[in-house]
């Protein structure tokens, strides 16, 4: 079974510096067996240690980190309760690297009534696709200063407010525009185009949540375009990727602005031979995470769906894109109230975010003799290192090692390594010979 990574990076505090002088320290995998403190019973959709690289967030008063779930084993077609897990590393202040993963508590998901959220899909726990219920794939996560829990998902998608404790306080309320909803204007929360014709793709929701550092804004990141905002009509040929902008105090929205991903032209050329169709572009390259800095801007995370994962185990597909941006919304023009549909030109006028790049992980993590993982999805500034930079841990969701598709019985994935071999056994049963997909990824840059 794949274990998590952690990775850790050195970064200048300014994020101006050369690539260059970004500086790979280390990484550490917590295995693909380890179980959690859920207390919901045993076995990989109750208790098992993963996918809680989904998000990551630091909390410098306690030299805390507090990682997102995702929904679980399967991919939707298992009952899992979705959580957060909260952990410690040891740095060491002078290098930057990490050590020692501590796990220090769980914490299911619960809505008012104190009734755990699922991971299964709207309709399988609901018999209803218009209905999200207790139905949750959480996906970006961010910390209030009151202790309490921000959480993006992408079946809605929502944001929803939890207290300390996991208990639900709140749903923001979700833009129409981003509904996703069929010709007819009913809303399916589960069916992908062309049965949807307007709003979020399928599995393609709120990918990353931030806060300002005031606390007021909350700052929501769909993973790839809106189902028909794209050439035509197909968000999968677009690279715009909306950026929503929520008033804490209301939970209501107030702003939506343009985020463009990498071309398609661009990622091809780093991996000829194994190219992207032009399909491709809004669907297998996306965001991961966003994180607001102190200044007002913001680090973006953006990868392609290649690398080490349950669907290529041995790493025989190269990957194009795994990098981090610096992006500024001052400047970019307001879309709330604008339709991108049916081009992927943007119209007279609007102004997408300024965006700069930051860290080529890609190239950090060849350049360093490591297997590229398929889902770097958490990121989060650490501590300040002796030499005034600070710490950068990345973390990647491993899918619980299990496979995510089909609508029989899941597997655990396991593999040698990469050019290896791997097999897939039923959930739970030992790997012989070869280990679980990992689960995290740990970079101190």
Same mark, same amino acid.
């Given at each position: 079974?794949?274990?998590?990574?952690?990775?850790s990076v050195a970064a200048a505090i300014a994020l101006a510096a050369p690539a260059s002088a970004v500086t790979y320290v280390n990484q550490i995998a917590i295995s693909g067996s380890a179980i959690d403190f859920g207390l919901l019973g045993s076995g990989p959709n109750f208790n098992r240690l993963g996918?809680?690289?989904?998000?990551?967030? +630091?909390?410098?008063?306690?030299? #805390?980190? +507090?990682?997102?779930?995702?929904?679980?084993?399967?991919?939707?077609?298992?009952?899992?309760?979705?959580?957060?897990?909260?952990?410690?590393?040891?740095?060491?202040?002078?290098?930057?690297?990490?050590?020692? /993963?501590?796990?220090?508590? $769980?914490?299911?998901?619960? %809505?008012?009534?104190?009734?755990?959220?699922?991971?299964?899909?709207?309709?399988?726990?609901? %018999?209803?696709?218009? $209905?999200?219920?207790?139905?949750?794939?959480?996906?970006?996560?961010?910390?209030?200063?009151?202790?309490?829990?921000?959480?993006? &998902?992408? +079946?809605?998608?929502?944001?929803?407010?939890?207290?300390?404790?996991?208990?639900?306080?709140?749903?923001? @309320?979700?833009?129409?525009?981003?509904?996703?909803?069929?010709? &007819?204007?009913?809303?399916?929360?589960?069916?992908?185009?062309?049965? @949807?014709?307007?709003?979020?793709?399928?599995?393609?929701?709120?990918?990353?949540?931030?806060?300002?550092?005031?606390?007021?804004?909350? +700052?929501?990141?769909?993973?790839?375009?809106?189902? %028909?905002?794209?050439?035509?009509?197909?968000?999968?040929?677009?690279?715009?990727?909306?950026?929503?902008?929520?008033?804490?105090?209301?939970?209501?929205?107030?702003?939506?602005?343009?985020?463009?991903?990498?071309?398609?032209?661009?990622?091809n050329a780093v991996v000829p031979g194994n190219t992207f169709s032009a399909t491709n572009q809004g669907r297998s390259i996306g965001v991961s995470a966003i994180y607001a800095l102190s200044d007002g801007r913001f680090v973006v995370l953006e990868r392609d769906n290649r690398g080490e994962g349950v669907d290529d185990p041995n790493s025989l597909v190269p990957t194009g894109l795994k990098s981090a941006f610096v992006i500024d919304l001052n400047g970019a023009t307001n879309v709330a109230s604008i339709s991108l549909?049916?081009?992927?030109?943007?119209?007279?006028?609007?102004?997408?975010?300024?965006?700069?790049?930051?860290?080529?992980?890609?190239?950090?993590?060849?350049?360093?003799?490591?297997?590229?993982?398929?889902?770097?999805?958490?990121?989060? /500034?650490?501590?300040?290192?002796?030499?005034?930079?600070?710490?950068?841990?990345?973390?990647?969701?491993?899918?619980?090692?299990?496979?995510?598709?089909?609508?029989?019985? #899941?597997?655990?994935?396991?593999?040698?390594?990469?050019?290896?071999? $791997?097999?897939?056994?039923?959930?739970?049963?030992?790997?012989?010979?070869?280990?679980?997909?990992?689960?995290?990824?740990?970079?101190?840059?």
């Amino acid at each position: 079974m794949r274990k998590t990574i952690l990775f850790s990076v050195a970064a200048a505090i300014a994020l101006a510096a050369p690539a260059s002088a970004v500086t790979y320290v280390n990484q550490i995998a917590i295995s693909g067996s380890a179980i959690d403190f859920g207390l919901l019973g045993s076995g990989p959709n109750f208790n098992r240690l993963g996918g809680f690289g989904s998000d990551l967030v +630091y909390d410098a008063a306690t030299n #805390q980190f +507090y990682g997102l779930t995702d929904r679980g084993p399967g991919g939707g077609l298992i009952d899992y309760a979705p959580r957060i897990q909260s952990f410690g590393l040891n740095f060491d202040y002078n290098t930057g690297a990490i050590s020692n /993963f501590t796990l220090n508590a $769980t914490t299911i998901l619960r %809505n008012g009534s104190g009734n755990a959220f699922s991971s299964l899909n709207p309709f399988l726990l609901n %018999n209803d696709p218009a $209905t999200l219920g207790l139905s949750l794939d959480p996906e970006g996560l961010a910390r209030m200063s009151n202790g309490h829990y921000l959480v993006s &998902d992408e +079946y809605g998608p929502s944001i929803i407010e939890f207290d300390a404790n996991g208990n639900q306080v709140r749903a923001f @309320t979700t833009p129409a525009n981003l509904i996703p909803k069929k010709a &007819d204007g009913s809303v399916d929360y589960v069916a992908g185009r062309p049965t @949807t014709t307007s709003g979020r793709q399928d599995n393609r929701g709120f990918e990353g949540l931030t806060i300002s550092p005031d606390g007021k804004k909350a +700052y929501a990141i769909l993973q790839d375009p809106l189902v %028909n905002e794209g050439d035509q009509g197909d968000g999968r040929r677009s690279r715009n990727v909306r950026i929503v902008v929520f008033d804490i105090a209301t939970g209501t929205s107030t702003e939506q602005y343009i985020y463009q991903l990498e071309s398609i032209a661009t990622v091809n050329a780093v991996v000829p031979g194994n190219t992207f169709s032009a399909t491709n572009q809004g669907r297998s390259i996306g965001v991961s995470a966003i994180y607001a800095l102190s200044d007002g801007r913001f680090v973006v995370l953006e990868r392609d769906n290649r690398g080490e994962g349950v669907d290529d185990p041995n790493s025989l597909v190269p990957t194009g894109l795994k990098s981090a941006f610096v992006i500024d919304l001052n400047g970019a023009t307001n879309v709330a109230s604008i339709s991108l549909a049916g081009s992927g030109a943007l119209p007279n006028g609007v102004t997408p975010v300024s965006k700069t790049p930051f860290l080529d992980i890609r190239a950090k993590l060849l350049a360093a003799g490591i297997v590229i993982p398929e889902k770097i999805e958490g990121l989060a /500034f650490g501590p300040r290192l002796a030499n005034g930079s600070l710490a950068l841990i990345l973390a990647t969701d491993n899918d619980y090692s299990v496979t995510q598709t089909g609508s029989g019985q #899941q597997f655990d994935v396991c593999t040698s390594g990469v050019g290896g071999v $791997t097999s897939q056994v039923a959930l739970g049963t030992p790997c012989l010979a070869q280990s679980l997909v990992s689960s995290g990824c740990s970079v101190s840059c």
